[in-house]
């Protein structure tokens, strides 16, 4: 079992940054697939980007292509998500997971996938 604490969210202009953790405690970060989703009110919770247990591999959702990426540092059992030019459409409570099973190279994408939260942190992005 592993439990997740993210941190790194707030208030920011629109074209900012913000640069989310999750830190994992329990079993070793390494035997996990990472995720971060996004739920705004009234909407569904979507992903946002995805990473193999290696680090090797990532997916990024279309609409933070080019703006956001994910990483990992196994070794302080952390997971990053860097936000650049964000934009009001971005705010939302960010949520990190971890999801246990899977292959090395594996970026799972749903949130079935999946099989541990975190809290949540709340991004609020100002036009």
């Known amino acids: 079992q592993v439990q997740l604490v993210e941190s790194g969210g707030g208030l920011v202009q629109a074209g900012g940054s913000l640069r989310l953790s999750c830190a994992a405690s329990g079993r070793t970060l390494s035997s996990y697939a990472m995720g971060w989703f996004r739920q705004a009110p009234g909407k569904e919770r979507e992903v946002v980007a995805a990473?193999?247990?290696?680090?090797?591999?990532?997916y990024s959702a279309d609409p933070v292509k080019g703006r956001f990426t994910i990483s990992r540092d196994n070794a302080k059992n952390t997971v990053y998500l860097q936000m650049n030019s964000l934009k009001p459409d971005d705010t939302a409570v960010y949520y990190c997971?971890?999801?246990?099973?899977?292959?090395?190279?594996?970026?799972?994408?749903?949130?079935?996938?999946?099989?541990?939260w975190g809290q949540g942190t709340q991004v609020t992005v100002s036009s």
């Open positions: 990473i193999s247990r290696t680090g090797r591999s990532a």
């Open positions: 997971a971890a999801a246990l099973g899977l292959g090395l190279t594996a970026t799972p994408r749903s949130a079935r996938e999946y099989d541990y």
